[in-house]
């Protein structure tokens, strides 16, 4: 499986002719489950990830990888709550803003 690791309402594009929502910039997608093993590791997903993972909508375990850790779908998961939350309310549930 893969994760889309940059889901946010920018990355959204709507097809009124379809009824149907489309996922755009497909640079940050990578395979669903990351196991890591070592710091080196960890710190080179942190560093991918400040560099492609809007900041707002990017999993807590994104910021701050750990060492023997598995990273998965899940990160996924909190971009949809993150997104869901900014359409809902016009804006990011952390920093006020898009």
Not at 2 to 18: E, Q
Not at 23 to 36: Q, T
Not at 68 to 90: P, S
């Amino acid at each position: 499986p893969l994760a889309f690791r940059d889901l946010k309402p920018a990355n959204i594009l709507l097809d009124a002719s379809s009824n149907r929502a489309l996922l755009i910039d497909l640079g940050s997608v990578s395979p669903a489950r990351l196991r890591l093993t070592s710091r080196r590791e960890s710190v080179a997903l942190q560093e991918l990830c400040a560099e492609t993972v809007t900041a707002p909508f990017r999993a807590p375990e994104l910021f701050d990888p750990k060492s023997d850790q598995v990273i998965d779908e899940r990160t996924d998961v909190w971009a949809y709550g993150c997104t869901l939350w900014a359409l809902a309310y016009g804006c990011s549930p952390f920093d006020g803003s898009m």
